[in-house]
């Protein structure tokens, strides 16, 4: 029996507003390339499937400068190249200065509070689990998740990241259920479902656009209102 589902936080629950491919094709229109903001959504799925596992190696708090713009640069790379755009070390560093500049906010998916209300209703514990470096409280009390969320764990709080199973079981063990008893539910194959599996968790997968063909061996939902059907 399930009794509890944990969530990830990014591109699982929020969004970047405006959406990260409307602000790549804008600054890369500023630096004389055109290219439609759909362009850029597969791309940026598969950059961040690298960024994610980078950060689970070593989080940004223990990189140098060097060390993150590396990092950075590599993930534009990754992007350009997936959309066909040669990607030379001139345009990466013009692309992350303009990037930069841009005044981005967070903001809930539109499924996030029926489907987050209707578990609750279920009477299922809720949580969070999430590599972050920073204290997200005032975020979740804005986004209006604080009231949904029972428990609430992230790296910074207990020096692991995901995939690695002491985040996962620490949110286990404030539950107070079995890790057979949970499902997780995340955007990243590696990260998030092997990770929580490997925990003892049922991972399931958030595909919301369908570019995750590869991972077969989960189940997957492209929409948070559907993850009841895995109870």
């Known amino acids: 029996m399930i009794r509890a589902v944990f969530f990830d936080l990014y591109h699982t629950l929020v969004r970047y507003d405006p959406p990260r491919e409307e602000l790549q094709a804008r600054a890369l229109k500023d630096l004389g390339i055109n290219a439609m903001p759909e362009v850029f959504r597969r791309p940026l799925i ?14 940004l708090r223990q ?16 992007v350009l190249k997936e959309a066909g755009i040669e990607a030379s070390k001139q345009l990466i560093f013009s692309l992350l200065g303009k990037m930069q500049q841009f005044d981005m906010k967070l ?5 996030v509070l029926p489907a987050l209300t209707d578990l609750k209703n279920r009477g299922l514990i809720l949580g969070l689990i999430s590599n972050v470096d920073r204290d997200i409280t005032s975020l979740l009390n804005e986004l209006g998740l604080l009231s949904l969320l029972k428990v609430i764990v992230t790296s ?6 995901k995939p690695q199973p002491e985040i996962f079981h620490e949110a286990i063990r404030q539950a107070g259920i079995k890790n057979s008893e949970a499902i997780y539910v995340g955007d990243q194959y590696q990260v998030d479902i092997v990770g929580a599996n490997k925990a003892g968790m049922k991972g399931v997968l958030l ?12 189940p997957r939902v492209q929409d948070l209102t559907q993850v009841s059907e895995h109870l």
Do not use: W
Request: some cysteine.
């Open 156 to 161: 910074q709080d207990i020096g692991h990241n």
């Open 107 to 111: 903001v809930l998916f539109d499924d």
């Open 207 to 218: 595909d919301r656009d369908g570019y995750l063909k590869g991972a077969v061996d989960c």
């Open 46 to 59: 598969v950059a961040d499937e690298f960024i994610y596992q980078e950060l689970a190696r070593s989080p």
């Open 63 to 78: 990189r140098s400068s060097e060390d993150k713009m590396t990092l950075y640069s590599r993930y534009q790379e990754i």
